[in-house]
């Protein structure tokens, strides 16, 4: 039988943010540090799959070459969106993608791009490096983008620089099924049937590049906006208010206090870093400092989204409302010789470990979060896929997303993690991160990151109501920290079998290697 920890270890556990549990007594008879109690019966929310959605903006290369070659491309294509790229990302079952933007879309009209390509206007884009934007990728290249993948569209409309006039147009064009100038304007450019669209953005980043306005002037706004993004028959859209890209608790306060009654989710951005916004960080060359430093910040995100969400509880007891984490993940400086514009940064053994603990912290929240995505799916931010012209590989931060993909529509089982710490200088960190979930078999999935580049970590895991028969696992991780995939060697960083786990009296006992993600399977 377990025996109770004693106080003074119990304090230093506490310090462990990273599993957001109230700190409850697990008691066990050994010196592991370590511990993770699994409550297996107690599994009742669901881990929306939405929570591992994705962005791709019209912004460097992520759209054009990450997805969109043209049909002429000797790049293998099916009609312009290139090959490779979807079946990589068919892999980590991608369930929803956000398009436009970012801010892209609050200067995006959406009729320029439908209608043949080669009478499509050409615009500047004037948020990513000023370059031509050719609108030959449209609506219907996105929705045929999203038939390929078999995932949902989440659209986000213009307020900045449209019209409520024109936001209701593209909705009707995309979603109405009877006849109207807009329905007939989508048969006419060779869309017979409508499409369904479950999620529309209405603004992006409103508090900035969305327009600039104050929260209660933008409450305002999305209430006349939404009421024109209308429900045709046969399509019921989620209505999503632009959120901030801080801790911006007004901001909730107001939309919420205002608009709660016409929004069905609210969004929030969280970007992470090593530096400032002016210094971001290498990407690649960077010092133990730099990857305790952006872990720190990751590790944020918790008490971010709890009081977000005590706020959001305040004007919606029942978590009708969904918040949508829409935009996340590291943001590092640009890769030297590339455009500034393009935001086109490498992605090393760090960003996975970041994604490990991103996506734990997502699952906790799963009562509250329904969606998020990060930035962005191709070439920019923390991308899975980097393209150069006909090449293409997946990046450290892909394959979390392929081995954490056995948490997507399984029920949050919940945790009690009583974590030892990593230490850098007088700070401290959890050694750990973690979350569980059970699938529709029955099966326990529970996902670990080691933040400690130095030292492995030895940890030890309970589970009540559930007796573990067998454990397997898979392992990421490499050497150094910094190790990454190139187009030269391409599986520098990939997973691989983790054979590290056994079961004694019933509770599984691994070593985590340092710097590492895992994902246990549990029968
Ligand atoms: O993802 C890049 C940009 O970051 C997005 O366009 C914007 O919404 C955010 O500031």
């Known amino acids: 039988m377990f025996r109770k920890l004693t106080l003074s270890i119990v304090s230093i556990l506490i310090l462990n943010a990273c599993a957001c549990f109230a700190a409850t007594e697990i008691s066990s008879d050994s010196n592991i540090i370590n511990k993770i109690f699994i409550h297996a019966e107690a599994a009742k929310e669901t881990i929306n799959p939405e929570i591992y959605g994705h962005f791709a903006e019209h912004l460097g290369r992520c759209v ?19 090959k490779d790229v979807i079946e990589a990302l068919k892999k980590i079952n991608v369930p929803v993608i956000r398009w436009p933007g970012g801010c892209f879309a609050d200067e995006y009209h959406w009729k320029d791009g439908v209608g043949p390509a080669e009478k499509r206007p050409e615009m500047v884009n004037t948020h990513w490096g000023m370059v031509t934007e050719s609108n030959k990728f449209g609506t219907h290249e996105f929705m045929e983008l999203c038939e390929l993948l078999g995932c949902q569209p989440y659209i986000s409309g213009n307020v900045g620089s449209g019209t409520p006039e024109e936001m209701q147009d593209w909705v009707e064009y995309m979603t109405f099924a009877g006849k109207s100038q807009m329905a007939d304007l989508r048969r006419a450019n060779g869309r017979e049937k409508p499409w369904k669209v479950k999620y529309f953005g209405v603004g992006n980043e409103n508090w900035g590049c969305g327009g600039n306005m104050s929260a209660e002037y933008y409450a305002d706004v999305f209430k006349r906006y939404a009421t024109y993004v209308r429900n045709y028959p046969g399509n019921n859209v989620v209505k999503v208010a632009s959120g901030p890209g801080w801790a911006d608790y007004h901001w909730f306060e107001v939309l919420l206090g205002k608009a709660a009654g016409q929004m069905d989710a609210i969004s929030l951005h969280y970007y992470v870093m090593s530096g400032s916004w002016e210094h971001k960080g290498s990407a690649v060359d960077f010092n133990e400092g730099e990857w305790f430093k952006v872990l720190k910040n990751t590790l944020n995100l918790d008490e971010l989204i709890t009081k977000t969400a005590a706020v959001m509880n305040k004007y919606d007891k029942p978590k009708r409302i969904g918040l949508f984490v829409d935009e996340w993940g590291t943001w590092w400086d640009v890769e ?80 009690d993690v009583n974590s030892g710490t990593y230490q850098n200088g007088s700070d401290t960190l959890p050694a750990i991160s973690a979350s569980a979930s059970k699938d529709k078999k029955g099966k326990i999935h529970i996902s670990i990151c080691s933040l400690n580049p130095q030292s492995p970590a030895e940890f030890e895991c309970a589970l009540e109501g559930f007796q573990a028969k067998k454990v397997t696992g898979r392992i990421l991780t490499a050497d150094a920290m910094n190790a990454h995939n190139t187009f030269e060697k391409a ?22 290697p340092a710097k590492s993600v895992i994902v246990l399977a549990i029968e």
Not at 64 to 82: A, C, H, L, Q
Not at 339 to 362: E, H, K, M, S, W
Request: proline fraction near 5%; glycine fraction near 8%.
């Open 336 to 415: 030297k010789g590339e455009n500034p514009g393009f935001l086109y940064q490498q992605n090393t053994l760090r960003d996975a470990v970041v994604a490990g603990c991103f996506l734990n912290i997502l699952n906790q929240h799963c009562d509250r979060v329904k969606m998020a995505n990060i930035a962005q799916i191709n070439n920019v931010l923390q991308a899975m896929v980097l393209t150069k012209g006909e090449k293409m590989i997946v990046t450290p931060t892909y394959h979390v997303f392929e081995m954490y993909k056995v948490h997507q529509g399984s029920k949050l089982v919940p945790i």
């Open 64 to 82: 054009y070459e990450g997805f969109w070659v043209g049909p002429d491309s000797k790049i293998p294509n099916v009609n312009g969106t290139r």
């Open 491 to 512: 599986d520098a960083v990939k997973p691989a079998e983790f054979k590290g786990a056994e079961i004694k009296d019933g509770k599984i006992l691994a070593t985590i």
